[in-house]
């Protein structure tokens, strides 16, 4: 890798790819000064446009003919197909059987075949491979590859162009993201510290790097299927080894408090791989305090089918939701007495669920489960409080 292949694919990308702004955030971390790189607003909604389309950009004419074949979970494989079409090439993109919707459409649209195979990227790439012996055409590769890593390392240079004296770098880690991004980095501003992040169910290269040699998980456990991979490639381990400074995880929960944070402060989408860089400023997974700080965000391709579940689990984790079972004597106005010192203390009853069948329970009691919308945390607590305070016991 050097910095003249990420300026030619800078020139490579001038129209073809968007430069995305850098947008302030100041409630992200009230004690960094935050930015978000809007890679979610890129074209195909996600940075992988970049990569994909310097590498065949840079195919020659035998080649082309050939057409091209990707595995993907989605992402690489629009930047794929919107390449390979404006380019004028075949392509044939393996996706994993489970990758959201709206990802698979947006590829057919984009004119590639789509091949869905069971399982996870790592078994999409197999399948990929497999083809490609079988047809001759060229592979994509999604990170492990010098081209499609200057691609993306284009965003680096983009980063301190806009913001030339940032102190961090938070970044998603599937691969030739955070390596194009940190090698442009380093190379132009080495003083900046660069921070990978997975999530916690998928932590391939932490530990990959953590025992000095690439390692192989026997399994992911992730709604961030753009970063759900099993094992890092070589190239992007060994740039990652070098040029990254730190290596930290977000549980699935705090990815749904970024994505709900980015969707209520800023108006902006970002799918589960592309928050986990906003979750890592948000639950301080470095120090960053007092320092000028960029989180990428990597892309915004999120299926609408899940996207509520994310939100409530974003609010569920903020205290802004939550569930008191109560246990009470089974009589008139009881509810009518609990749904009162809710109201006085300014939360809202969203649903009831009365039960008389609990077994260990007083013949004569039921339990209430009452779903509230609260302020925060500390407010579902005082309303616990209160609760507790007007002789009712909490069982949950």
């Given at each position: 890798?050097?910095?003249?292949?990420?300026?030619?694919?800078?020139?490579?990308?001038?129209?073809?790819?968007?430069?995305?702004?850098?947008?302030?955030?100041?409630?992200?971390?009230?004690?960094?000064?935050?930015?978000?790189?809007?890679?979610?607003?890129?074209?195909?909604?996600?940075?992988?446009?970049?990569?994909?389309?310097?590498?065949?950009?840079?195919?020659?004419?035998?080649?082309?003919?050939?057409?091209?074949?990707?595995?993907?979970?989605?992402?690489?494989?629009?930047?794929?197909?919107?390449?390979?079409?404006?380019?004028?090439?075949?392509?044939?993109?393996?996706?994993?059987?489970?990758?959201?919707?709206?990802?698979?459409?947006?590829?057919?649209?984009?004119?590639?075949?789509?091949?869905?195979?069971?399982?996870?990227?790592?078994?999409?790439?197999?399948?990929?491979?497999?083809?490609?012996?079988?047809?001759?055409?060229?592979?994509?590769?999604?990170?492990?590859?010098?081209?499609?890593?200057?691609?993306?390392?284009?965003?680096?240079?983009?980063?301190?162009?806009?913001?030339?004296?940032?102190?961090?770098?938070?970044?998603?880690?599937?691969?030739?993201?955070?390596?194009?991004?940190?090698?442009?980095?380093?190379?132009?501003?080495?003083?900046?510290?660069?921070?990978?992040?997975?999530?916690?169910?998928?932590?391939?290269?932490?530990?990959?790097?953590r025992d000095k040699k690439i390692e192989t998980l026997s399994g992911v456990n992730t709604f961030?299927?753009?970063?759900?991979?099993?094992?890092?490639?070589?190239?992007?381990?060994?740039?990652?080894?070098?040029?990254?400074?730190?290596?930290?995880?977000?549980?699935?929960?705090e990815i749904a408090t970024a994505i709900l944070a980015l969707i209520e402060q800023h108006k902006?989408?970002?799918?589960?791989?592309?928050?986990?860089?906003?979750?890592?400023?948000?639950?301080?997974?470095?120090?960053?305090?007092?320092?000028?700080?960029?989180?990428?965000?990597?892309?915004?391709?999120?299926?609408?089918?899940?996207?509520?579940?994310?939100?409530?689990?974003?609010?569920?984790?903020?205290?802004?939701?939550?569930?008191?079972?109560?246990?009470?004597?089974?009589?008139?106005?009881?509810?009518?007495?609990?749904?009162?010192?809710?109201?006085?203390?300014?939360?809202?009853?969203?649903?009831?669920?009365?039960?008389?069948?609990?077994?260990?329970?007083?013949?004569?009691?039921?339990?209430?489960?009452?779903?509230?919308?609260?302020?925060?945390?500390?407010?579902?607590?005082?309303?616990?409080?209160?609760?507790?305070k007007a002789g009712y016991r909490i069982v949950a």
């Open positions: 890798m050097t910095l003249d292949k990420i300026y030619q694919a800078a020139f490579t990308l001038k129209d073809a790819a968007r430069k995305t702004d850098l947008i302030k955030a100041p409630l992200i971390n009230p004690e960094s000064d935050v930015y978000l790189k809007a890679e979610n607003l890129q074209v195909t909604g996600s940075f992988k446009l970049r990569g994909a389309y310097n590498k065949i950009s840079r195919l020659t004419p035998e080649e082309r003919e050939r057409g091209v074949i990707a595995c993907s979970a989605g992402n690489h494989a629009q930047g794929v197909a919107l390449a390979a079409a404006k380019n004028g090439i075949r392509a044939l993109i393996c996706i994993p059987d489970g990758a959201p919707i709206s990802k698979v459409e947006a590829t057919r649209s984009y004119g590639a075949e789509v091949r869905l195979v069971p399982g996870v990227y790592d078994d999409a790439y197999r399948e990929a491979c497999r083809l490609q012996k079988e047809s001759g055409a060229v592979f994509i590769h999604p990170f492990d590859d010098e081209d499609v890593i200057a691609g993306q390392g284009t965003i680096g240079l983009e980063i301190l162009e806009q913001l030339p004296d940032a102190d961090a770098v938070f970044v998603p880690v599937g691969g030739g993201l955070i390596s194009g991004v940190a090698y442009a980095i380093k190379a132009l501003r080495p003083e900046c510290k660069v921070y990978g992040v997975q999530a916690a169910g998928a932590p391939s290269m932490v530990r990959s790097l961030a299927d753009g970063i759900a991979v099993k094992c890092p490639g070589k190239l992007t381990y060994d740039l990652c080894s070098k040029y990254v400074d730190k290596m930290v995880t977000v549980t699935d929960d902006m989408i970002a799918e589960g791989a592309g928050a986990v860089s906003v979750a890592a400023a948000m639950f301080n997974k470095a120090d960053i305090k007092g320092k000028k700080t960029v989180c990428l965000v990597s892309g915004g391709n999120i299926d609408v089918t899940i996207l509520s579940r994310v939100i409530n689990r974003g609010l569920i984790k903020e205290g802004r939701q939550g569930r008191l079972t109560i246990e009470l004597i089974d009589r008139p106005g009881e509810l009518r007495e609990v749904s009162s010192i809710i109201a006085k203390l300014g939360g809202n009853v969203i649903s009831v669920r009365h039960d008389r069948s609990g077994e260990e329970s007083d013949i004569t009691a039921c339990t209430l489960s009452i779903g509230v919308e609260t302020r925060n945390r500390a407010h579902l607590n005082e309303i616990r409080d209160a609760i507790i």
